[in-house]
């Protein structure tokens, strides 16, 4: 059952719960990349993608790709509170054995649709798929999320082009722009803008809208559905860290575990 | 008892330091990193030759494209990114804008192997010295531990033509105080009679151990560390042969491709003796401790005792004094009948 956006609210406040506990439990993970991403993947999961975590190998399913595999433990999240696993098992994030890999892999997790890590091969990898539902005659849908950093590799602007050039209207791409790649802010190592010129000039349809604003995720979402003839980019301006006052807009945060102390704090801040 | 090491800094801690150190002699290293400058710590020497530090974003073909580009124009570039990225990613470069033309890039990756643990594998790296290893006229290098990647850094910077450096991520045991590490050359560490143990970086201070544990049972077991895959020591490798009649090697790379297929070349095509391998089967790992994975995937000293027994059965007899007896288990154990 789809939610309406009211009730995603609190089930994001529980997926940064989650990100916080799982991260500080394994000890490492990416917590900067991941708590920016809740908004996007919670509505995908709770409203907009068409799933059934009871039947995960449905052919007409939607698949979503996170090709910034690093911010995994949102998806992680999400899969867990949607039902497809044991919430219970999220602690196991990153120990031996465990389905939650360091990054996302296939071989653990069959519900996951694609084994990322290496950036940049997301979107080829949805072009494909994409490829495959239309030849298959089925209206399921593929939606790709990268990171800003991520689009720096030279695949996804080969993959940008092809997919605009041959008008995949079944793919939407999610840009998590949340201006912080590892070493610093992106526009000190390698700017991007104008971002959603490049999409536009490669014939997608190209949004951009809060990406931490519920409302304007749910729209944008479903307003990709409806466009015919283009792929769909909806550049989401968000702010790496969200949620935790301490996380937020540093890039220290890319790849740091918080301790214990600092998880206390951060829980603290997200509230029940 | 096998001996205890004292943990020194990371392989790639003392990269970066030794690039600081060249930075400081030689106005024309320059170096490249691709948005991991804080794990790969080149931006060690970012900080402090801002003009001559390069950081190009998550880009790693692009990058190894204008490594290639600035030594054209006289400049020697260090490039460096995790093995994977590098290797994976920018494969096509390093071949058409540096091995093929002879540009004089060095490629140093980090991150090599399994041991980087937890973040799994599609961050880890178990064929990158197989691809460095193929192409013409490269040099490829696994060092151990501190004072051995240091003295390799800098021989990388004197050497003209293309050079891969694999440095990795967990902090490495102490090998070696300082020393001379030539392209080209093994090392002996221990030597031994009965087997020859050849292993690089990470498992030389396993391969340690494991003569360690062979001499209580009475094996005498040589060490060569073969931090130089290509070249290699060929005639360190025939002597071995020669000498202690059955080799082991071990390294933290696929079995396919890297020293153990270059040590078995080099025995095929001179004197031809048993090998056993220690080494990443033909499969991705995983997500875990790098000490979880080391004994999952095979990479312990104890991995290593296992095969230089199982290399001693092939090799047609039994070495050592009593203790030797035990080595392929207790006197009045049955046989397994599957056992040869
Ligand atoms: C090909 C490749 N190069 C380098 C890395 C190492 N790496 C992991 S995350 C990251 C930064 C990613 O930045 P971005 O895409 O902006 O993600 P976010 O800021 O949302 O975490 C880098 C460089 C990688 N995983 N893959």
């Known amino acids: 059952m789809p939610l309406s956006v009211d009730d995603i609210v609190p089930k994001c406040r529980e997926m940064r719960r989650d990100i916080i506990e799982m991260i500080t439990a394994a000890g490492s993970g990416h917590p900067g990349g991941s708590l920016s991403a809740v908004e996007l993947i919670a509505a995908l999961y709770y409203r907009v993608m068409r799933h059934d975590p009871a039947n995960p190998q449905w052919a007409a399913r939607d698949r979503f790709i996170l090709s910034k595999g690093h911010g995994c433990p949102t998806m992680y999240s999400a899969m867990a509170r949607s039902g497809y696993f044991d919430p219970a098992t999220l602690s196991s994030l990153r120990k031996m054995g465990s389905p939650l890999q360091g990054h996302p892999d296939r071989r653990f997790m069959p519900a996951v649709e694609a084994s990322t890590g290496s950036l940049g091969n997301g979107l080829s990898i949805g072009i494909g798929i994409g490829h495959a539902l ?47 790649q590892l070493d610093d802010m992106v526009r000190n190592i390698l700017p991007l803008d104008p971002l959603g010129g490049k999409f536009a000039a490669m014939n997608w349809h190209v949004m951009e809208i809060d990406g931490h604003n519920l409302h304007s995720v749910v729209e944008a979402l479903e307003e990709s559905r409806r466009i015919k003839g283009r792929p769909t980019a909806i550049i989401a301006h968000t702010i790496t860290g969200k949620g935790v006052s301490f996380m937020e807009n540093d890039p220290k945060w890319h790849g740091v575990a918080p301790t214990k102390d600092e998880c206390t704090k951060a829980l603290a801040e997200i509230g029940a | 008892m096998v001996r205890e090491f004292t943990l020194g800094p990371a392989t790639r801690e003392a990269y970066a330091a030794a690039l600081v150190e060249l930075g400081r002699t030689n106005p024309n290293v320059v170096v490249i ?308």
């Not at chain 2, 090392?187 to 209580?216: F, P, Q, S, W």
């Not at chain 2, 095969?307 to 007896?325: C, F, N, Q």
């Open chain 1, 134 to 180: 239309k030849l298959d005659k089925t209206d399921a849908r593929v939606w790709v999320m990268v990171g800003d950093g991520e689009c720096q590799e030279g695949q996804i602007w080969e993959a940008a082009m092809y997919a605009g050039a041959h008008g995949l209207d079944n793919v939407t791409l999610i840009v998590d722009y949340n201006k912080k």
């Open chain 2, 33 to 340: 990193d691709a948005d991991l400058s804080k794990s790969t710590y080149t931006a060690k020497f970012g900080k402090e030759f801002p003009d001559r530090f390069f950081n190009v974003g998550i880009a790693e073909a692009n990058m190894v494209g204008i490594a290639g580009g600035l030594a054209h124009s006289g400049k020697i570039p260090f490039c460096s990114s995790f093995a994977a990225f590098m290797m994976c990613k920018a494969y096509d470069q390093i071949r058409i804008a540096v091995a093929y033309p002879k540009e004089n890039v060095k490629i140093v990756t980090t991150h090599g192997g399994i041991s980087l643990g937890e973040d799994g594998p599609s961050q880890m790296s178990i064929e990158d010295v197989a691809l460095a290893a193929t192409l013409p006229g490269f040099v490829v290098c696994v060092p151990a531990d501190e004072a051995q990647t240091k003295d390799l850094v800098k021989r990388a910077a004197a050497h003209v033509g293309g050079v891969y450096i694999r440095a990795g991520r967990p902090k490495a045991p102490k090998i070696y105080d300082g020393g001379e590490f030539p392209f080209g050359k093994m090392r002996r560490l221990e030597d031994g009679k009965d087997l020859t143990i050849i292993a690089n970086g990470l498992m030389v201070a396993e391969a340690l151990k494991a003569c360690d544990a062979l001499r209580d049972d009475g094996i005498a077991a040589r060490v060569l560390d073969g931090y130089s895959v290509k070249p290699l020591d060929v005639e360190a490798v025939e002597r071995a042969a020669q000498e202690t009649g059955a080799l082991v090697v071990a390294e933290e790379h696929s079995r396919i491709g890297g020293l153990g297929a270059a040590v078995a070349q080099a025995l095929a095509e001179t004197t031809p003796a048993p090998m056993e391998q220690v080494a990443v089967q033909d499969t991705y790992a995983e997500s875990a401790t790098p000490a979880q994975l080391f004994e999952k995937y095979g990479l312990t000293w104890r991995h290593i005792v296992t095969a230089a027994r199982k290399v001693l059965g092939r090799k047609g007899r039994r070495s050592g004094g009593d203790g030797a007896a035990t080595a392929t288990g207790p006197a009045d154990a049955e046989p397994h009948p599957f056992e040869v």
